[in-house]
């Protein structure tokens, strides 16, 4: 149940949402996503891409947010799905269901919603707790 991360997390980033920037509508992308401002709508890696999501503590999300990386320090109001690894940092806040294959969780990071894993049929999925 508890091991290490055997899957990396993209590092470029490719877009960058920066803070005082309002997203009206839903977000397709490919690639590294870092959103610093608010997207009110889903944000969704493009079809048959990897993707990498990265929240910052000022980011505000209102929508659902499917993608395989996440690294979220912000808000996010929806449900949230992880098909590869999300690290939910100390400032994290999710009011929505979290469908995850590995789990880091820091403590200060809250989840008003169910935990859901995504079980492969080889393996059970993953959870880390940090404590800071």
């Not at 949402?17 to 997203?23: L, N, P, Q």
């Not at 891409?49 to 320090?73: I, M, P, R, Y």
Request: aromatic residues 4%; charged residues 20%; glycine residues 12%.
């Amino acid at each position: 149940m508890f091991s290490k991360n055997k899957t990396k997390m993209p590092s470029k980033i490719d877009t960058l949402i920066g803070a005082g920037t309002r997203i009206e509508g839903n977000i397709h992308f490919s690639g590294g996503l870092r959103v610093d401002g608010i997207v009110n709508g889903d944000i969704n890696e493009a079809p048959g891409a990897v993707g990498a999501l990265v929240l910052s503590e000022q980011a505000q999300v209102e929508g659902a947010v499917t993608v395989s990386h996440l690294v979220l320090n912000g808000k996010v109001v929806g449900p949230v799905r992880a098909n590869e690894f999300i690290e939910l940092q100390p400032k994290s806040r999710i009011v929505g269901d979290v469908y995850y294959k590995s789990l880091e969780m820091h403590t200060g990071a809250v989840i008003e919603g169910k935990l859901v894993p995504l079980a492969d049929s080889n393996d059970a999925p993953q959870i880390k707790m940090v404590e800071n």
